[in-house]
């Protein structure tokens, strides 16, 4: 069989297979099941899979199984696939991987608003390649990640598992996610998921699944880009979709986002999988469909090809629409070719089992990983020389999060995970003992501590106010760990369906904080969370503010070494930090009308800038930015221009900082934001050092959406800025861009270098 020969094009042995298809193996070949559905204490259950199966739902997250008895029930799985269903198809695998593989026994990687305050995307490149080798050693082909929202406003409680708010900083991390996640040649990688398409993390009132009211420019120019950097640089293999609505229309049956505008006009050639149970809600959530058969017809005919996690519209009720002419056998056709096409790229029908006696459980280099990231992505956001502390320094430590390994981990990290497996599947797992240190340890490696939690994290108790005030009374300095627990339960107060009505520290935390502040001790805020929290009085009082996010289980050593000195923070905010939900949204790329109360500028009773802006974060030395320069006075419409500055580190002490390039258009024939972030560089000065930081800035990235909605390079002119926040610019110049004949083309980013100064 033409099939089977694995010198053939896949495209002709995907072509072949799908001809000897009867409906019901089509139809599976569209649908998944969750491992516990498959097997038991009684061994392999085969009912689900007696026509085929086209993916299966983690093995690893949903079983509590280690590395290689997760290898183990592939293989098995696998092998009644080839060898027990008539035409001999394996299964896609896929897994949950926002902060590392969610499996036991895997590495707790920093979530994903960590990685991208690191401002380096090679470290989101190297992470994902982690991930893939853990997950082609156990069997599994396709990670749900990486998230591509652009997220304006924190009161959302995925704002953690997001890249932050400015539309290329989230491209660029996304396209290094993927790029380490599906590799250089498919048939070693793992199908990487962009999501959630599109808009998801523009909801109203930050609420989860809600309405996002977002107008066609915006959508495209801001929350398409990362999606379309993706797909035309990453060669991205795999599109979910949001469980949100668009005008009227929920994502998962708008055929002009997932064939229009995904497939026809980028040329992406992938698999669109649904969002866990989101065809099911077209109809019973968003009452767009009279029934289950309506449902799989508008999923599949609007270009959705696999229903996640387990099969429910796209069984019985999919074969019926087909057969009632509902959904055309033409559209059925094409969602199962394009599930052979990965199966077969992935190499799946050639090599379906995995070696299970080369599984691993020790990952080093993996821990090690996520040390440095969580270390990069530490952002200092206030410091008045209390940091860092001296050796010999006597500490109290406080907080809720100050002595709790859970509450350092993300909401889709394994540990947190498990514990909403039931809400979401009915299926319990055991709990996972954690063995990685707290922030509390790894102060008390360091110094001389004295401890007193003083509350949790979501409680209205203030019963341990007066110890934690008694500790803080007998120490040099207080170091107050507080924040977030992130997960999918009802105590927890980030992460997905975990939005927030308020920006303030949960629970009776502030009242905490103010106590201890009180004590005229100093105190040393680390904040472990998911979004920029903390009333504007409250930081105010404090000595220093930390910014850990959720860092993953290496991030408490990262906390402490950074108290200690022996790690400079050099994180950046990826989304701006708000005074006061009243503000938001605020992110720093609004237009020119936008940003503030005309005529007056600011809200009677608050300003209305940031309390730290996007691109912010401090260090235990300070920078310079000089001799910013563009490299001509004007680009051809498709040309490319320099634009270079020195960075100086002024003080003593080595560092980390970012330089950020910015532009700005004058003029338009639609109105622009007011600054648009267009590259950044990381770079490591010892003290006194400088180097030289050169952008490529290619024209083609100062395009926009012109009044027809086409993409154009207009000519006119564009000021330039290079600076160490959206707020702390230093000019470059003016371009002017010359009008030209030919079509303009999107680019979506430049090179940078640097060098010597």
Known sequence: MLYRDPTRDLGERAEDLLHRMTPEEKAAQLGSAWVFELTGPDGLTTGRMKDGLGQVTRIGGASGARPAEAARTANEIQRFLVEGTRLGVPAMVHEEIC??????DNVVFPQAIGVASTWEPVLAERLAASVRRRMRAVGAHQGLSPVLDVCRDPRWGRTEETFGEDPYLVARTGVAFIRGLQGDDLSDGVVATAKHFVGYGASEGGMNWAPAHIGPRELREVYLFPFEAAVRLGGLRSVMNGYHELDGVPCGAHRTLLTGILREEWGFDGIVVSDYFSVRQLHEYHRLAADGV???ALAVSAGLDVELPSTDCFGAELLAAVASGRLSAADFDQAVRRVLRAKFALGLLDRPYVDEDRVTVADPAGRALAREIAEKSLILLANDGTLPLAPGTRIAVVGPNADDRRNLLGDYSYPAHVESLAELGGHRLDPVELTHPTVLDALRDRFDVAYARGCDVNSASTEGFAEAVAAVEGADVAVVVVGDKSGLMDDCTSGEARDRASLD????QELLVRELCATRTPVVLVIVGGRPMGSETLLGQCAAVLMAWLPGE????AV??????????????????????????????HKLSGGRSHWKGDYVDSSTKPLHPFGFGLSYTTFAVSAAVAGAAEVPWDGTVTVGATVTNTGERAGDEVLQLYARRTTASVTRPVLELKNYARVTLAGGESCRVTFELRAGQLGFLGRDMAFAVEPGPVELFV?????????????GIVPGKSPAVQEYDGAVTVSAA
């Not at 950074?562 to 949204?585: F, H």
């Not at 600076?723 to 371009?735: D, R």
């Open 554 to 557: 290496a991030g408490a050593e």
């Open 723 to 735: 600076g160490t926040s959206s707020q702390a610019l230093t000019p470059a110049g003016t371009i």
């Open 99 to 104: 902060s590392g593989l969610m499996a036991r």
């Open 294 to 296: 309506a449902a799989s």
């Open 505 to 508: 520290l949960p629970g009776v």
């Open 560 to 589: 402490a070494a950074a108290v200690a000195g022996v790690v400079n923070p050099g994180g950046k905010l990826p989304i701006s930090y708000p005074r006061s939900v009243g503000q938001l949204p605020v992110y720093y790329g």
